[in-house]
């Protein structure tokens, strides 16, 4: 599965951004999928995950509310909807896939990667 990311972008504090991510494959529905961030100097963290039919999602606690991840399996995408952004959002946005549907903040559990879309909050 090959991975691909996009819809990052500067934006003012408040504001808001959809990420995109198109997978490769007939089998993407197989699959559950994660967003996750890395800023500058830090750690890359969990953001997000929703599993292969949509029903189960899960997030970071500082994220609910103002963020929503969401899948359209025919078009092979995962979106997820940024709000209100913040200035600590500032980040490289990477989507992930994976097997399965536990253990979803892990990164190690995940097996394709994308190549990660910049998202830059001014305040």
């Known amino acids: 599965v090959q991975l691909q990311a996009s819809g990052g972008g500067l934006v003012q504090a408040g504001g808001s951004l959809r990420l995109s991510c198109v997978a490769s494959g007939r089998t993407f529905s197989s699959y559950s999928m994660g967003w996750f961030r890395q800023a500058p100097g830090k750690e890359r963290d969990f953001v997000a995950a929703i599993n292969w039919s949509g029903g189960s999602t899960l997030y970071l606690d500082s994220v609910k509310g103002r963020f929503t991840i969401s899948r359209d399996n025919a078009k092979n995408t995962v979106y997820l909807q940024v709000n209100s952004l913040k200035p600590d959002d500032t980040a490289v946005y990477y989507c992930?896939?994976?097997?399965?549907?536990?253990?979803?903040?892990?990164?190690?559990?995940?097996?394709?990667w994308g190549q990660g879309t910049q998202v830059t909050v001014s305040s």
């Open positions: 992930a896939a994976r097997m399965g549907y536990t253990s979803m903040t892990a990164d190690r559990s995940y097996l394709y």
